[in-house]
C-alpha cells in the first residue's frame, strides 16, 4: 500500500498528502510524526518545517490557507499538524441561538475536502482525533472516501493484553533485548497496557540491564522499588529527558484520566522550580552528587548505569538552560495556569504548545532531543 504509514520501505517518495488518525491510543501517530520529521528533515531542529494546529482555537480554513502557502526557500518539505478535538462543541453541534458556528465549521469542512481535491505538493497533512472517535464523526466521514494515494485513515484502538505481550516483545528486540514471559506479564501486569507507558518503562529496563541482553523478572521486582506509578513522575521523567513526543503522549494520558490541567500545570511547575533550585545550588558550589541525592534518593549509585543517565539529564539540563529560560519556563506556567482558571480555554493545546516550545529551548541550549544530552556530564 503506498500510504501506509506503518509499511516497510517507508520513504519520501511514498507518502500521501494527508494522514487522519482517530482513537483513543494517540502513541502510533505520534511514533508515525516522528518517523515523517526524520524522514524528510534529518538533522535539523525538531520543529523544522513543521506547523501546528488545534481545533476549534484554530478553523480549518486557516489550516488550508497554511497548507496552500509556498513553502519557504529553507524547507523543501512542510508538515502540518492538526490536533482535533474528539467532542465538537454545543455551538457545532448546532445549539447556538444563530448558528453561525455551525455554518463556519461546516465551510471549513469544505474548505479542506476542496484542498484534498488538489493538494499542495511536499506537503503532509497529519490530522490527529483523540478520543473515543467513532467512524460518524464528520471529519472522519469527510476523508474516509478519499482514495489512499490522496488520504491514509486509520483508527488507533488501544491494545488489548493478548496484543501487548507480542507488541512488548517486538519493543525489546529493537533495543536489541530479550524480555522473558514472566517479566513481560509482570510489567504488563504493574503498568498496564498503555504503549507509551510501557515503551517508556521498557526503554528503563534496558537501561539498568546495562549489556546484559536478557531482561529478567528479578529486574522488574528491582525497578518497582524506586519506580512511582504514578502519573506525575512519568511527567517529570519526560521533562527531565527533553523527550516532546513522550510528554506529549503522557499529557494526553492524564487528560484521558480525568486529570485536571491545575494539577498537571503544577507538576510541571515542581519540576521546573526544582532545576531552578539545582542550578542555584550549583553556582554555590554544592557537590553535585549531594544535590543528585537530595532530589532523586530512589536512585541509587547500585543502579550505575540509570544514576548516570539520569544525573546527566539532570545537571545537562541545569548547566544549560539560562536562569532567563527557567525563569520564561515558569513564567508562561504561571500564564497558563491564569488563563485556565479565568477563561473557559481549553487546557490541552495550552499545554501541548507549552511542551513544544520547552523542546525547542532545550533543543537550542544544546540538548539533543528526543531524551539523549549532548555532552552531559553525571553527577560527581
Not at 318 to 345: M, N, W, Y
Request: aromatic fraction near 8%; charged fraction near 35%.
Amino acid at each position: 500500500m503506498r500510504g501506509d504509514p506503518f509499511g516497510p520501505g517507508f520513504k519520501a517518495a511514498k507518502l500521501v498528502p494527508c494522514y487522519l488518525f482517530y482513537g483513543e491510543e494517540t502513541f502510533q501517530a505520534l511514533e508515525f510524526i516522528d518517523r515523517v520529521r526524520e524522514l524528510l528533515f534529518a538533522g535539523r531542529p525538531s520543529e523544522f518545517g513543521v506547523e501546528r494546529f488545534y481545533i476549534p482555537e484554530t478553523g480549518w480554513r486557516e489550516v488550508v490557507d497554511s497548507a496552500r502557502t509556498t513553502a519557504s526557500l529553507f524547507a523543501d518539505w512542510r508538515i502540518l499538524i492538526v490536533k482535533a478535538e474528539a467532542k465538537r462543541s454545543k455551538a457545532e453541534d448546532g445549539d447556538d441561538e444563530e448558528g453561525r458556528d455551525v455554518r463556519r465549521s461546516k465551510a471549513g469542512e469544505e474548505a479542506l475536502k476542496d484542498y484534498l481535491a488538489a493538494p499542495s505538493n511536499r506537503t503532509v497533512l497529519i490530522i490527529v482525533l483523540a478520543g473515543p472517535v467513532k467512524k460518524t464523526h464528520p471529519i472522519v466521514k469527510l476523508l474516509s472516501p478519499f482514495p489512499e494515494t490522496t488520504v491514509v485513515v486509520r483508527e488507533l484502538k488501544p491494545l488489548k493484553e493478548y496484543e501487548a505481550k507480542p507488541w512488548l516483545e517486538e519493543r525489546a528486540a529493537r533495543l536489541g533485548k530479550r524480555i522473558e514471559p514472566e517479566a513481560r506479564d509482570r510489567l504488563i501486569e504493574v503498568t498496564g497496557c498503555d504503549p507509551a507507558v510501557l515503551a517508556g518503562e521498557l526503554e528503563k529496563l534496558a537501561l539498568f540491564t546495562d549489556e546484559r541482553r536478557v531482561i529478567k523478572l528479578d529486574d522488574i521486582e528491582l525497578l518497582s522499588g524506586w519506580v512511582k506509578s504514578f502519573e506525575g513522575y512519568e511527567i517529570e521523567n519526560v521533562l527531565l529527558a527533553a523527550d516532546v513526543k513522550r510528554a506529549l503522549l503522557v499529557l494526553d494520558r492524564l487528560f484521558r484520566d480525568g486529570h485536571r490541567g491545575e494539577e498537571i500545570v503544577g507538576q510541571m511547575t515542581r519540576f521546573f522550580r526544582d532545576l531552578l533550585m539545582t542550578k542555584l545550588q550549583l553556582r554555590e558550589g554544592k557537590p553535585r552528587k549531594e544535590i543528585f541525592a537530595e532530589l532523586k534518593p530512589q536512585i541509587s549509585f547500585s543502579f550505575r548505569k540509570l544514576y548516570e543517565e539520569t544525573s546527566g539529564r539532570l545537571f545537562g539540563l541545569a548547566d544549560r538552560l539560562s536562569f532567563d529560560d527557567l525563569r520564561g519556563l515558569l513564567a508562561g506556567l504561571r500564564r497558563i495556569d491564569e488563563r485556565i482558571k479565568t477563561s473557559d480555554s481549553s487546557p490541552q493545546p495550552l499545554l501541548e504548545r507549552f511542551l513544544v516550545e520547552y523542546g525547542v529551548a532545550a533543543e537550542r541550549r544544546g540538548i539533543i532531543s528526543p531524551g539523549r544530552l549532548s555532552g552531559a556530564r553525571p553527577a560527581g
